[in-house]
T-cell receptor, first 110, second 118 residues
Framework: DAKTTQPPSMDCAEGRAANLPCNHS???????VYWYRQIHSQGPQYIIH???NNETNEMASLIITEDRKSSTLILPHATLRDTAVYYC???????????FGQGTRLTINP | GAVVSQHPSRVICKSGTSVKIECRSL??????MFWYRQFPKKSLMLMAT?????????EQGVEKDKFLINHASLTLSTLTVTSAHPEDSSFYIC??????????????FGDGTRLSIL
């Protein structure tokens, strides 16, 4: 599976959009981009995933560049409860397991 | 939903004790479940892949005799930490994928078990 690179930490003001970047320059054509988050002392929570097209659900939007080498997770109106570590993971079509990197520690400030 | 339940959420026991952790998929069947461990301020590390009705597949460096995995049904996998020692203290997390799901379906995680060995 392709490796991902994320900034170790980010801050965002409550009520603003939080944009979390992820680089996956070695991604191959059949690999999906997944986003999970982990709030302190809990298990990871699935947020969203995509292959080529941009995706949106009730939690977030996922913007994937045309060359698929990077993506951005957008939390449109961040709240204090969105403070967590966010993981961007690339998973191959034939692979079952998820390999977690270090993620981005997002802090939402009041 | 796709709910995964872990039990217990926290356990404290003496060195040398064996500890069993359960992972259940509550509203779906899971042919495959995964076990992770996480040390403080570190990321999740995959320990093993648990397959219903067959032997688990362990990641490199994980002792299979130390961490026994049983996946006897489509809704239950167990991890037993045998003869636990203080260095086994960690946060153990399981996840599951729906049976017969497409290759792009997400895994769903339990809330973890915090194991402390005295």
């Amino acid at each position: 599976d392709a490796k991902t690179t994320q900034p170790p930490s980010m801050d965002c003001a409550e009520g603003r959009a939080a944009n979390l970047p992820c680089n996956h320059s070695t991604i191959s054509g059949n690999e999906y981009v997944y986003w999970y988050r982990q709030i302190h002392s809990q298990g990871p929570q699935y947020i969203i995933h995509g292959l080529k097209n941009n995706e949106t659900n009730e939690m977030a939007s996922l913007i994937i560049t045309e060359d698929r080498k990077s993506s951005t997770l957008i939390l449109p109106h961040a709240t204090l409860r969105d403070t967590a570590v966010y993981y961007c993971i690339v998973r191959g079509q034939g692979a079952q397991k998820l390999v977690f990197g270090q993620g981005t520690r997002l802090t939402i400030n009041p | 939903g796709a709910v995964v339940s872990q039990h217990p959420s926290r356990v404290i026991c003496k060195s040398g004790t064996s500890v069993k952790i359960e992972c259940r998929s509550l509203d779906f069947q899971a042919t495959t479940m995964f076990w992770y461990r996480q040390f403080p301020k570190k990321s999740l590390m995959l320990m093993a892949t648990s397959n219903e009705g067959s032997k688990a597949t362990y990641e490199q460096g994980v002792e299979k005799d130390k961490f026994l995995i049983n996946h006897a049904s489509l809704t239950l996998s167990t991890l037993t930490v045998t003869s636990a020692h203080p260095e086994d203290s960690s946060f153990y997390i399981c996840s599951a994928r729906k049976a017969r799901s497409g290759l792009d379906q997400p895994q769903h995680f339990g809330d973890g078990t915090r194991l402390s060995i005295l």
